[in-house]
Every structure is written in structure tokens, then in C-alpha cells.
């Protein structure tokens, strides 16, 4: 996978994003959807950028790390809805590591 | 206190409604609520997230739950208290203005009378307030008449008349002297 395609899906996919958020009438589903157009457009494609070129690898996984461990303490206080975004957070990492891995998305 | 915009803002939903709803019958956690309103606890708690800011709810841990309530003293606010909420803080203000003119008399006038007058400015107008409420407002009076009835509250009576005169609160002509009220105030002489 090059950068070039990996930056190009994750732009579609953020794209695709915007448009349920506009679409949504939810209140929380439409700032997850807003979330993770922002992941994708910027912090996963910083990430993917360093990690394709082998610059700095394991970041990504590591932050995704962080993310699942973070759901499980928000679970643990009944925070169910920054364990919910967390979850989405985890979600939207994995996805684009298939990507980067060239498996199914 | 709560802000009337985050107050208005956050009752501004359907969901948020309800949940406000089920817990002005009783105190619940997150599942019940979620349960009762057919929705999933990470909505539930997000809607409980902004009526948490609007501190229309509050809430608080009872063993592996955290239960919310919803605050009554908040909800039972009008309109107008939440929409101007200035006018609360102008009450508040006169309020604690009142309590404290209360504490001055209660110190300095014990039983109607002053046996020295407060050397502090703010205290002293307060007891020369208070004097003055013996007299009425338009009417004359002679210089004995005026002595008689400030002599009653303190023995220092020239002091007060003259204050009075000083502060605009008084005229005198000829010896008769003028009520004019304590809406003309002036600063201290």
C-alpha cells in the first residue's frame, strides 16, 4: 500500500463521515461521525505517513492501545458514552490498519 | 447557579426531556434509565453529560452505580429568573446589603439608641439613616423640636442636625428646619 492510496481512501472515508453527520439528527451520533472524519483527515493520516514509510512504526498500534485501555476505565466509572467514543476511537485505528495492511476494510 | 443559556439549551431536546422526566420520579442509574427509555446507556449518558453542565442533575456513586437526581431548586426556577438572571444577583445584592444595614442598627442602636456614633463612614450614614426615619418627610420642624427627637436616640444631638443639614437631608431657615428626605443624598460631611 503507498501512501498516496492510503491518503486517498481515508479521505474518502472522512468525507463519507461529514456526510452522516449531516445526514444525522442525533445529537451524539453526529459529533462521533464529525470525530472520526477528523481522525481519518488528520490524525490517521499523520500516522499512516510515518508508519508506511517505516519512519516511526508502532505509533498507531500504541494509540490504539491506549484507546482500548481508556474505554475499560470510563466503563469502570459508568462513563458509557466516552467509553462508547473510545470504542468508535479503537474502531476507526483498526480500519485503518487494514488498510495499511491491505486486508479487507 | 446555572446559566439560563445552558439551562435553555440543554432542555431543548426530546431525550433530555424524558430522562428528566424518569428521574423526577426517582433517583436511577444509567442502565435503568437506558432500559426505561429504550435507548443505549452511551446515549443516555451522553444527554446525562449536558444536563450534568446545565447542573440541572446531579449525581453521585452508590457502590458500582452512579445514581442521578435531578435538582429541584433549578427546575423550579421561572422563566424569568433564568432569562435574566441579573436580576437574581440585584436581589441577592440587596439582600445581603439589607443583612448587614440590620447588623450596623443591632450594634450600634441597641433598643433605638446610640450611645456612640461609628467612626466608619459606611456604618455611621447607616445610623444617620436610621435617625433621620424619625422625621417626616415635607414637614417643619422648630430647632427644640429637632434636638427633642434626635436627643432621644443620641445625646450628641448637634452633630446629627448638623449632619443632617450637611448631607442635604434637611434646610434650615429663620431657625425652622425642612424635611427634604434621604433622596437627595450627599456624601458625608
Avoid at chain 1, 481508556?70 to 467514543?85: G, I, N, P
Avoid at chain 2, 449518558?45 to 453542565?53: D, E, G, V, Y
Avoid at chain 2, 445514581?67 to 436580576?87: N, R, W
Amino acid at each position: 500500500m503507498t501512501f498516496e492510496m492510503y491518503q486517498k481512501t481515508l479521505a474518502e472515508w472522512a468525507g463519507c463521515e461529514k456526510e452522516k453527520a449531516e445526514l444525522t439528527e442525533d445529537e451524539r451520533m453526529k459529533s462521533i461521525h464529525l470525530m472520526k472524519a477528523s481522525m481519518f483527515s488528520d490524525m490517521l493520516t499523520v500516522l499512516g505517513k510515518t508508519e508506511i514509510s517505516g519512519v516511526r512504526t508502532g505509533v498507531i498500534e500504541s494509540i490504539l492501545k491506549t484507546c482500548i485501555s481508556k474505554q475499560e476505565s470510563f466503563l469502570k466509572v459508568c462513563d458509557f458514552d466516552s467509553a462508547d467514543r473510545e470504542r468508535e476511537k479503537a474502531e476507526a485505528i483498526k480500519r485503518a490498519m487494514r488498510l495499511m495492511k491491505e486486508e479487507t476494510v | 447557579m446555572s446559566d439560563g443559556l445552558s439551562v435553555f439549551k440543554a432542555l431543548a431536546d426530546e431525550t433530555r426531556l424524558k430522562i428528566l422526566m424518569q428521574l423526577k420520579e426517582k433517583d436511577m442509574y444509567v442502565e435503568l434509565l437506558a432500559q426505561r427509555l429504550q435507548l443505549t446507556p452511551a446515549t443516555v449518558s451522553f444527554h446525562l453529560k449536558k444536563l450534568l453542565a446545565a447542573g440541572l442533575v446531579e449525581q453521585k456513586r452508590d457502590q458500582y452505580y452512579m445514581m442521578y437526581s435531578i435538582k429541584i431548586d433549578v427546575l423550579t426556577l421561572t422563566i424569568g429568573q433564568l432569562a435574566f438572571p441579573e436580576e437574581n444577583t440585584q436581589t441577592k445584592e440587596a439582600l445581603l446589603e439589607s443583612q448587614y444595614r440590620q447588623k450596623v442598627i443591632k450594634s450600634f442602636m441597641p433598643y433605638g439608641v446610640c450611645k456612640t456614633l461609628p467612626a466608619q463612614v459606611k456604618k455611621r450614614m447607616i445610623v444617620y439613616e436610621e435617625i433621620f426615619n424619625h422625621f417626616e418627610t415635607g414637614k417643619t420642624y422648630k430647632e427644640k423640636e429637632v434636638n427633642e427627637i434626635i436627643g432621644k436616640i443620641h445625646e450628641d444631638f448637634c452633630t446629627v442636625r448638623r449632619a443632617f443639614i450637611g448631607l442635604g437631608w434637611m434646610t434650615r431657615e429663620n431657625g425652622i428646619y425642612t424635611v427634604v428626605g434621604i433622596g437627595n443624598r450627599n456624601e458625608m460631611p
